[in-house]
């Protein structure tokens, strides 16, 4: 099937997409976005996560056929010359190691901080649990979402 | 100097990490590629009766189908000993283990293809109990036995008058990598392989590859391609020799990437152990005896289990004053999938087993945790069970005082969702409990083993600016082996804040760097850069003076100069007449092999560290809530205080998964459960943020006097979350991970 999708604010047509194709694997496989990663294939580690009409989703439990609404990635929250204030928060406290985790880490902060501009470390590590890290013991994490919070408030 | 060595510099792929723009290994791809994939045998110990593989060829985009009889050159690789089979050929020995692999036009054509191929397997008995498979028939041609390591120190008969003894069984741990193994081969037209691959060690891999291509080690090409996490479970090969055989088989680029089932079944684990310890000590509660019997569950290959049976065996006395010590330690090949490098290496298990038995002699003898480890503490100079004396920093009295003077947790907030379960829990029995683990890690690669690293350092000037390009073979897992380069460098040619780092990939173009584990990389490779700075300046600097007409004695890089007295050249002048280059290679000090009684200078050095847990029980529910960790490491010097907080915090993360969730459920042989969902390893809300202070006495050997720090973090901390657990509880808690229905058993309080 032919599937219409708009991922960053730009228009794809993807064609031969199987129906059973998962959305993760239409962003990585299909249209070569790999900004979104994938870990688990189960909707448990939080790496595929993107932001579906503006609601955070594990896009590998996401049917690709049902997709409408706008998808939003890692990449289109900001850029290496343009970074977001979580992007950039995340480097600056340390929270990057191996990163694999931190596209989809990006993806919940972001959603986050929308829906609560000033949280406390344990709404910041709830609002986490979804998303796993080997590398960090989230520690740092935890922190830059904080700080970028700050800076919010502070803006 | 604000970017150089001791600064907390930030990662230079950070920000293409944060954006998603860097390239990890599973992200790469190639025009025309085609995906690779493995068939695998579905249960422990069978013999291969049939295998037809023309179904597989029939399934609509399928290019090529392989297996044992394509291998052209070794049927067998392995780090320490060739015994595992690319393909199996005659007897699986592992759930897991590769039988036939397909590159297709896509992935879901090639895995079709490999549930298509036809296998008839003729079962054979299962032997996964370590004891049993010592004594019982041998699972391979080389026997049940990887190897032994006796050591023995003084008169091992000799014991005080109060003694304890406990038997302890560790589990299973994954290492949990997110990044699945991932690698893309391409031949290179006449008639080798170039690869990209998520990898820890670019040359043993080469070495290992092209034994089994059947070709010159220079005909296999290695890029690293982007790590997505490591810890030690990458220093095996997993997909390396199947996708390049596929690219040569198809003559063109394929590409393989792990689902994270085949990455439970496909790459090695931490060992099980089961290890049995009797320790004494005299009535003051210092310690007069240790000894132990280890057991370590090897699984099916060799792999690394001859070194980490070495290394538990070493460590096993833990890092104490001990006057007579027994040490038996066996690695044993079983038909469980096979065990090798995780951080800590074998140091974890036993830290897990003395530290218990630490705090069952402090009970016995009316001490504190922290005094009975006081009193028998190592100290520089001290002499280890292999007779080996501690040259290293030694600092673990203040270790234990650092530790004992934080802040302890303030009593339960009163809030539901600070309860170990929850609302769930009662909140009438609910116990709050305390607990210390002292351990050691040795650092680099032990017992005579030579492994050194090799690092080319040019200046140069391109477009205009002054440029340090830097190649190593060292593999960045995400430890920021990245990061470091640069300070070091910044601080060996003293750049001025304008002038460039650029490092390049790291391949098996230059020579060896050695393997991305043992905490050794910031030392040896580290160590390599910098010999190559020193090297560069040294020629920079004759240059300079010669031209000057002054002795080049008195020269050196400053700012971006070369300066001397009365004389101050920008680099980028020194740089006109051309660029300046040089290649060296590190080796750390010689080790020694151990003799027959298990004594020799085995290790080279060691990082100590002790962390301390506080953690909430139900006593009724087995739910636990870890309400505060604290952890003092020495670090000898932390080059990046930053960097080495991120590896204190990650690597104290995997060793409370130990001691909490982590194990890997093998049934008979069988791995039934290799899914996030089942094997658990912490989220955000699991853990609180650690406290961390560090000890800074620099190591004399070592580069800067750093430390490497990786891997320390990992082996006290299991044994901090279990003592907290057994004086939350008074059960006794010999099994790690502790399972909820072991604090439910019914508690002594």
Redesign the interface.
Known sequence: MSLALTVDGVPYEVPDVPGNANLADVLRHHLGLTATKDACYEGRCGSCSVLLGGVLVTSCTVLAADVTEPVVTAAGVGDVAGPSDVQRALVEAGGVQCGFCIPGMVMAATDLLARNPDPTEDDVRRGLAGNLCRCTGYGRIVEAVLTAARGRAST | MTRGVGA?T??P????????????A??L?EAGMLWGAVLRCPSPHARLVSLDLAPARAVAGVVSVISAEDVPGLATYGLDHADQPVFVSDVARHHGEPVAAVAATT??AARAACAAVHVEWEQLPVVVDTEQALTGPALHPDGNLFRRVLIEKGDPGTEGEVAVEGSYVVGTQD??????EAAIAVPDGAGGVRLRVATQDLHADRGQIAACLGLEPEQVTITLGG?????GGREDMSLQVHVCLLALATGGPVKMVY??EESFLGHVHRHAMRLHYRTTADRDGRLVSQQARILLDGGAYASTTGPVTGNAATMAAGPYVIPNVRIDAYGVRTNNPPSGAMRGFGAVQVCAAYEAQMDLLAHAVGLDPLEIRRRNALATGDTLATGQVVHSAAPLRRLIDTVAAMPMPPPWSGAV?DLPGGPAADPARVRRGVGYGLGFKNLAFSEGFDDPSTAMVALEVADGSVRAVVHTACAE????FVTIVEQIVRTELGLGPEDEVLLLDADTLIGPAGSTSASRQTWVSGGAVQLACTAVAHQLVGRVADAAGVPAAGCLLRAGRVVAEGLSVPLLDALADGPVHAERTFRHRKTAALDARGQGDAHVAWSFVIHRAVVDVDLDLGTVRVVQLATVQDVGKALNP??V??QL??????GVGLALTEELALEGGFVTQP???EYL?????D?P??MVALVEEPEPDAPFGAKGVGEAPTVSSPAAVMAAMRDATGLALTHLPVRAEHLAAGSAL
């Open positions: 907390s930030l990662r792929d950070g920000l293409a990490k944060a954006t998603g723009a860097f390239l990890f599973g992200d791809s992935l879901a290492q949990a990598f997110l990044g699945t790590v997505g996490g490591a810890f689902s994270r969702e897992v995400g430890q920021g930053l960097s907080l991120g915090e990650g690597g104290t993360a995997q899914t996030f969902s390893i912490p989220n955000a809300v853990l943020t650690l």
